[in-house]
């Protein structure tokens, strides 16, 4: 009972780090997210990431997910047990 944008969990940095990566080079010096917010989104992320893996509530400031940034494939189908090509290993 997963939910169908599992391809995406823990990849949604993406966009925000390509931002970054590209504001020096159009000469844009002024950072996409300020210091302070970009921890308290981190935050978030890992608590609702964590929530989803426990199934239960979880507070920002709280633990870390385990799964980001991890992938495991199911080498039968070329897909992971969630059906999407990349994904994370569901304990």
Excluded: C, F
């Amino acid at each position: 009972m997963y939910h169908r944008h599992a391809q995406w969990y823990g990849l949604s940095q993406g966009p925000l780090m390509q931002d970054i990566k590209d504001r020096p080079a159009a000469g844009n010096l002024t950072p996409s997210i300020s210091p302070a917010s970009a921890v308290k989104a981190v935050s978030l992320v890992h608590a609702i990431y964590h929530s989803v893996e426990t199934n239960g509530w979880a507070s920002p400031g709280g633990a870390v997910s385990e799964r980001l940034g991890k992938e495991k494939k199911i080498a039968s189908r070329g897909k992971n047990q969630y059906g999407a090509g990349y994904g994370l290993d569901r304990k």
